[in-house]
């Protein structure tokens, strides 16, 4: 993770660096503030040192590469998980867009990298940030069963033959977590 937060400070202070003319609107402010707020204590030094994210280019800051390193602990443990997010035009209204770029096998996350995170539909609020939804979905990745358990699935699963292995055959769906961030999350394969 230290090279990934030293590369996206770099590749967030050049984008902060285009920027020369006034800000006319809201989520351009808001979203620099977030990045200004993610490089304020440089790269040896990031918020949290197992997420991290940075603008795709220099021009585009409203897609975001988002890094977070597979919780201690937990099946996606050593993995490290690229996601892409879209801020919409009107954010901090609007929730971002999250999609995982890292193939991954989790009932909250689908076949195509779709989210199914209560954050980022009906519990988004303005007080939420780029850095707190890479908490959350870290905190997703560490408590795969959250909203899940017992069968209490709200928002329904991401990916139903996960969620299924996770309610039926729990042993199973371990064994599956584990494999997959070892094929998907480990090394050169994390962006395919």
């Not at 006034?22 to 990031?46: D, Q, V």
């Not at 590469?65 to 099946?75: E, H, N, Q, R």
């Not at 729990?170 to 094929?183: P, Q």
Request: glycine share 8%.
């Amino acid at each position: 993770m230290d090279i990934i937060h030293h590369q996206n400070h770099l590749s967030i202070t050049t984008a902060l660096t285009y920027l020369t003319t006034p800000i006319p609107c809201y989520s351009l402010r808001r979203i620099r503030a977030e990045y200004l707020a993610a490089t304020k204590n440089g790269p040896a030094s990031p918020q949290c040192n197992f997420i991290s994210f940075r603008p795709v280019s220099p021009d585009h800051l409203f897609d975001i590469i988002g890094t977070i390193a597979g919780p201690v602990g937990s099946l996606y443990e050593g993995g490290l998980f690229h996601i892409h997010i879209r801020i919409p035009p009107l954010y901090p209204d609007l929730p971002p867009v999250c999609m995982f770029m890292t193939k991954i096998w989790h009932p909250n996350i689908g076949p195509y990298g779709e989210v199914c995170l209560n954050i980022l539909q009906d519990e988004w609020s303005q007080a939420l940030s780029v850095r707190t939804v890479l908490l959350s979905l870290s905190a997703m990745l560490g408590d795969p069963g959250m909203g899940v358990e017992g069968g209490n699935v709200v928002y329904g699963f991401a990916n139903e033959d996960a969620g299924s292995m996770f309610l039926d055959n729990r042993a199973m769906f371990e064994m599956a977590a584990r494999d997959w961030t070892r094929m998907y999350a480990s090394g050169a394969d994390a962006l395919e």
